[in-house]
């Protein structure tokens, strides 16, 4: 027996759209990008999934609690680990995408970085959903797959379009740790700006967590600028995440 049609709101069509365009999301991101309360995102979650429109699940990625219990969501003597998330079905994702996704559920060794993701792009572009103004990273690995079906170039987090120069996109990488080990940093750093520059653009915007992480991330800048013999790169700007979503009022 298939589940019931449900009509959605402007606002619920703009949340799976964006949604779809960034895997999915915690439930306390998804009630940043709607601006709405816990209590209708769960509503929402409900809905969507009764629908056979989202899936729903609980992700133990070590972020802190105490998580609250939902008997709607959680299985009956099962302690909660981790936030809630709502996703979409493989073919709602497609609708939205226009490719098919393929199916996907989220890790948790990814999850803390998504979510970092999506709330820097809610702080610079809101729930914009016009790929012109940010592309995400699952419709770059959909753009950027070569003719044998092959992505054969490093995926940024994201692009973003220029807000003063609309001629000009920036690549968005987004780090939460530091890269152990000699050069890694480095290395990454040359990755993601030798992709930016193939792909024609404007250069990389590098988000760091922390004041430490930043720190690393621009010592790591100066010795790859000093092995291109460069006194600086001119296409990477590093910024504070934190700092970054907090004045943007995301966190």
Same mark, same amino acid.
């Given at each position: 027996?298939?589940e019931?049609?449900?009509?959605?709101?402007p606002?619920e069509?703009l949340?799976e759209e964006?949604n779809?365009q960034q895997y999915?999301?915690?439930f306390?991101?998804a009630? %940043?990008?709607t601006g709405? !309360?816990p209590?209708?995102?769960s509503?929402?979650a409900r809905?969507l %999934? /009764?629908?056979?429109r989202?899936h729903?699940?609980?992700?133990?990625?070590?972020?802190p609690? $105490?998580?609250? /219990?939902?008997?709607?969501?959680?299985d $009956?003597?099962?302690?909660p =680990?981790?936030p809630?998330?709502i996703? $979409?079905?493989?073919?709602i994702?497609w609708?939205?995408?226009?490719f098919? $996704?393929?199916?996907w559920?989220?890790?948790? !060794?990814?999850a803390? =970085?998504?979510t970092?993701?999506?709330?820097?792009?809610l702080?610079l572009?809101?729930?914009n959903?016009?790929p012109r103004?940010?592309?995400?990273?699952?419709?770059?690995?959909?753009?950027? /797959?070569?003719e044998?079906g092959r992505?054969?170039?490093h995926i =940024?987090?994201g692009?973003?379009?220029?807000f003063?120069d609309?001629?000009k996109v920036?690549a968005v990488?987004?780090e939460?740790?530091?890269?152990?080990?000699?050069g890694r940093l480095?290395?990454?750093?040359?990755?993601?700006l030798?992709?930016a520059e193939r792909?024609e653009?404007a250069?990389?915007?590098y988000?760091?967590r922390?004041a430490?992480?930043?720190?690393?991330?621009?010592?790591a800048a100066?010795r790859l600028?000093h092995q291109?013999g460069?006194d600086?790169l001119s296409?990477?700007e590093? =910024?504070d995440?934190?700092?970054?979503?907090?004045? %943007?009022?995301?966190?």
């Open positions: 027996m298939s019931p049609e449900i009509r959605l709101q606002w069509t949340f964006f779809a999915g999301m915690s306390d991101t009630a %940043k990008a709405k !309360s209590q209708a995102v509503k929402l809905r %999934k /009764k629908a056979s989202a729903v699940a609980r992700i133990d990625y070590g972020s609690g $105490p998580w609250r /219990k939902s008997a709607t969501f959680d $009956p003597g099962e302690a =680990h981790g809630l998330w996703y $979409p079905t493989r073919e994702g609708g939205y995408l226009e098919d $996704p393929g199916e559920h989220p890790k948790a !060794s990814t803390a =970085h998504l970092a993701v999506t709330e820097l792009r702080a572009t809101g729930m959903t016009d103004i940010w592309t995400s990273e699952r419709l770059l690995r959909r753009r950027l /797959k070569s044998t992505v054969e170039v =940024h987090d692009w973003v379009r220029d003063a609309v001629d920036w990488e987004v939460l740790s530091r890269k152990f080990g000699e480095t290395r990454a750093l040359s990755v993601a030798d992709a792909c653009l250069g990389v915007l988000f760091a922390g430490g992480l930043r720190r690393a991330v621009e010592n100066t600028a291109r460069l600086q296409n990477l590093i =910024h995440l934190d700092i970054t979503l907090a004045r %943007k009022g995301v966190r």
